[in-house]
């Protein structure tokens, strides 16, 4: 059974940083894309960073870009989103999903229960 | 970037069907996905690639993908079927991925 579990979130200051994990279990893992997506409170869905299974190719939404790192460590099943510079508008609730393709980004069959990033001083 | 437009909402009675549409230029020239996310919960894959249904979705959903428009039909609704929606995509000219800004389907 896929398992994906999200960690590292929490309140922290503007301008600040913050590591989010995705663990991985009951596939694969390297044989996948995954991808962060987040929800503000109340609001839709926003896609953040995705990278192919090998970790080679990555992709950013516009508002992340060069602020966010996604990355993965497939010896361990975890995927990773390094966050800085955090902004007020950062604040979300953070989703790891995992792709239906290898290199390609499609859509995404699993998702984590997500975790919870307040940034605000 | 490429745009994708849903209604923000849908209510249709128990047992009969709800269409919620997902609007985008050619969108059928691309593949799109159907995400279902009740309260306080992660969102669920309903459809993929246009039409197909992963394990353990009901019959009862369905998708279709043609010019303008993709849609996700939900037969003979269930008081359980009340959620928001989401359709989603990955636009290969601006290497992103697209999500509609979703719809709330009420069960009246």
């Known amino acids: 059974e896929v398992h994906l579990v999200e960690s590292g979130g929490g309140l922290v200051q503007p301008g600040g940083s913050l590591r989010l994990s995705c663990a991985a279990s009951?596939?694969?893992?390297?044989?996948?894309?995954m991808t962060w997506v987040r929800q503000a409170p109340g609001k839709g869905l926003e896609w953040v960073a995705a990278l192919s299974g090998s970790g080679n190719t990555t992709f950013y939404a516009d508002s992340v870009k060069g602020r966010f790192t996604i990355s993965r460590d497939n010896s361990k099943n975890t995927l990773f989103l390094q966050m800085s510079s955090l902004r007020a508008e950062d604040t979300a609730m953070y989703y790891c999903?995992?792709?239906?393709?290898?290199?390609?980004?499609?859509?995404?069959?699993?998702w984590g229960p997500g975790t919870v990033v307040t940034v605000s001083s | 970037s490429y745009l994708l437009t849903q209604p923000s909402s849908v209510s249709v009675a128990p047992g009969m069907t709800a269409t919620i549409t997902c609007g985008g230029n050619?969108?059928?020239?691309?593949?799109v996905h159907w995400y279902q996310q009740k309260p306080g919960q992660a969102p669920v894959l309903v459809i993929y690639f246009d039409t197909d249904r992963p394990s353990g979705i009901p019959e009862r959903f369905s998708g279709s993908n043609s010019g303008n428009t993709a849609t996700l039909t939900v037969s003979r609704v269930e008081a359980g079927d009340e959620a928001d929606y989401f359709c989603q995509l990955w636009d290969s000219s601006s290497f992103h991925v697209v999500f509609g800004g979703g719809t709330k389907l009420t069960v009246l």
């Open positions: 009951g596939f694969t893992f390297s044989n996948y894309a």
């Open positions: 050619n969108i059928g020239s691309k593949s």
């Open positions: 999903a995992k792709d239906l393709a290898n290199v390609v980004v499609t859509g995404f069959d699993y």
